[in-house]
């Protein structure tokens, strides 16, 4: 898609990949000594890049810290992700600790047939309450995600159409705990976006799964599609404009303050003691039926 007519943009080299993705995790300290830092794996490429990046920073600079692959099976039917997910930590050897829905007592359809939010929301709102929740309670200090620079301008430009300039404030490499129960998120991807990720992934030989369908949706995960467009877009703008992707991700970094509103306050839920900004948590909402 990104490839119309040959090269749309220049390819990066994996040693120059790492070397970005390393000065990112450097300059923004997103590892230091003593971390325990879950790696949030959905079996797809961007997250086990971010894997395989902070593990080479570890031990190249021979930091103090613990990594592990975190992985939230959500009981999609192909159940080959799983075996992915375990590739990916087995090659740069670190521990795996997956969760499963059923194990945290949910039921994904269940939900989806009650609520009249989207799909992919419910989704968003499992895996975020999931991945601060299990890792914090396993002694974490630091989640990790795979978001990549692509995905930043998506946001980005999202926001700005849709005037909500307060999320801006959050697009940034680190992102501070704002709770005692709330996780440091780390995002060491932050300069270098979604094609050049995949092809570090195809060069280092780390295995992922190509986007999987989504069962609660008839075709693709809308959230996944609706981005494709966007990043096309991107790409596009890139092919007249050298490195406008990565002047852009700068720019964000740089203007994010500027849209620091007075946070809203985060509090506890009443009902399952987890961070939140509303009375009740959007999860103890959707999935345990609480208006
Ligand atoms: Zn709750």
Redesign the pocket.
């Given at each position: 898609m990104v490839r119309q007519r040959g090269k749309v943009v220049e390819a990066m080299k994996p040693e120059t990949y790492l070397s970005r993705v390393s000065k990112t995790i450097s300059k923004f300290k997103l590892v230091e000594e003593g971390d325990v830092i879950f790696v949030a794996l959905s079996g797809g490429g961007d997250s086990a890049s971010a894997l395989f990046t902070l593990k080479s920073f570890v031990d190249q600079k021979d930091v103090d810290c613990e990594l592990k692959g975190f992985h939230i099976d959500l009981g999609f039917p192909s159940g080959k992700t799983l075996d992915v997910v375990k590739g990916q930590t087995d090659l740069v050897g670190v521990e795996l600790v997956t969760v499963s829905t059923k194990e945290l007592g949910v039921s994904f359809p269940d939900v989806v047939k009650k609520t009249s939010r989207p799909v992919c929301s419910v989704c968003g709102v499992l895996k975020r309450?999931v991945m601060n929740k299990i890792p914090r309670e396993m002694g974490a200090n630091k989640i990790a995600t795979g978001h990549h620079m692509d995905d930043f301008l998506v946001f980005f430009f999202k926001n700005v159409i849709s005037q909500n300039f307060f999320w801006i404030s959050k697009f940034k490499p680190k992102l501070e705990s704002s709770h005692p129960k709330m996780l440091c998120r780390i995002r060491p991807l932050f300069f270098v976006g979604g094609k050049e990720t995949r092809d570090f992934c195809e060069s280092m030989g780390i295995p992922f799964v190509e986007r999987e369908s989504c069962p609660h949706t008839s075709l693709d995960c809308y959230t996944d599609l609706n981005r494709a467009k966007w990043y096309e877009t991107l790409y596009q703008i890139e092919k007249k404009h050298k490195n406008f992707r990565c002047q852009m991700a700068r720019s964000i970094v740089k203007m994010n303050k500027f849209f620091a509103v007075e946070a809203s306050r985060v509090v506890e839920?009443?009902?399952?003691?987890?961070p939140?900004n509303q009375e009740?948590?959007?999860?103890?909402?959707l999935f345990?039926g609480?208006k």
């Open positions: 309450y839920c009443p009902l399952c003691g987890e939140t009740t948590c959007s999860f103890c909402r345990k609480v």
